[in-house]
Nanobody, 126 residues
Framework: HLAESGGGLVQAGGSLRLSCAAS????????VGWFRQSTGKQREFVAS????????YYADSVKGRFTIPRDNPKNTVYLQMNSLKPEDTAVYYC?????????????????????WGQGTQVTVSS
């Protein structure tokens, strides 16, 4: 249902753009979140966006460096990552469902339960 792409190896200070593509148009009615998990660490929230794109939330660790635009006609949400740091190294996942809002993800720490992608690896070298 959700498929991430765009991960890879980049040097510190570089940029990557991840994509989260959905196969159903109903995706456009859902808030979407990006999460990441590093080896040996718990999954953490990165960013979320409302269905309209008008509301976004970011983890403090990425604020000012990452943005989360969405293109509803293309059923795609992006994660633009700039000024990457080695500590950004992780597997990045996108997730969505009908009930979890961007605010719930960003402020209340909730994660969607229905739709998760397979993840894409991002590695930032120092």
């Amino acid at each position: 249902h959700l498929a991430e792409s765009g991960g890879g190896l980049v040097q510190a200070g570089g940029s990557l753009r991840l994509s989260c593509a959905a196969s159903e148009r109903t995706f456009n009615n859902y808030a979407v979140g990006w999460f990441r998990q590093s080896t040996g660490k718990q999954r953490e929230f990165v960013a979320s966006i409302s269905w309209s794109g008008g509301v976004t939330y970011y983890a403090d660790s990425v604020k000012g460096r990452f943005t989360i635009p969405r293109d509803n006609p293309k059923n795609t949400v992006y994660l633009q990552m700039n000024s990457l740091k080695p500590e950004d190294t992780a597997v990045y996942y996108c997730a969505a469902d009908a009930m979890t809002t961007a605010q719930a993800m960003g402020i209340m720490g909730r994660a969607p339960s229905d739709y998760w992608g397979q993840g894409t690896q991002v590695t930032v070298s120092s």
